[in-house]
């Protein structure tokens, strides 16, 4: 990682279950994730991914708006649109039956799936 990384992933580098190691193997890792408008936990997953330090974002389907949302999360993220083969899908959870409830609470499961879905993804790339 070079000086500039290492700050900016300060807060990842020392918690126990990440380290600098785990960090590693993010900025080395590839994520392939599609991006609809009717979904948009698939967003918010990716910008999850892009401001954690993945290495490489294959956003299927994004506009040019998203990709450029998705720029400003991740400066070390490449955004690759040609649909790289050895990046690994991030699985979106289902959503659940009994949500939303309420007014507003589209947005509350968007985030609920979006950082549940990023968040599993860099524990596995990180912890193997």
Excluded: C, N
């Amino acid at each position: 990682m070079r000086d500039d990384q290492v700050r900016r992933y300060a807060r990842h580098i020392l918690l126990p279950d990440l380290g600098g190691l785990g960090q590693t193997a993010l900025l080395g890792s590839a994520a392939r994730i599609d991006l609809r408008d009717d979904d948009p936990g698939a967003l918010i997953a990716a910008i999850y991914l892009a401001a954690g330090g993945v290495g490489t974002i294959v956003p299927r389907g994004a506009t040019p708006a998203q990709l450029a949302r998705l720029r400003t999360y991740g400066p070390d993220t490449k955004l690759d649109t040609t649909d790289a083969a050895e990046a690994r899908d991030v699985p979106l959870p289902a959503r659940r039956p009994w949500w939303p409830s309420a007014e507003g609470d589209e947005l509350a499961l968007a985030f609920w799936r979006g950082g549940l879905a990023a968040t599993r993804w860099m524990a596995e790339v990180a912890t193997r």
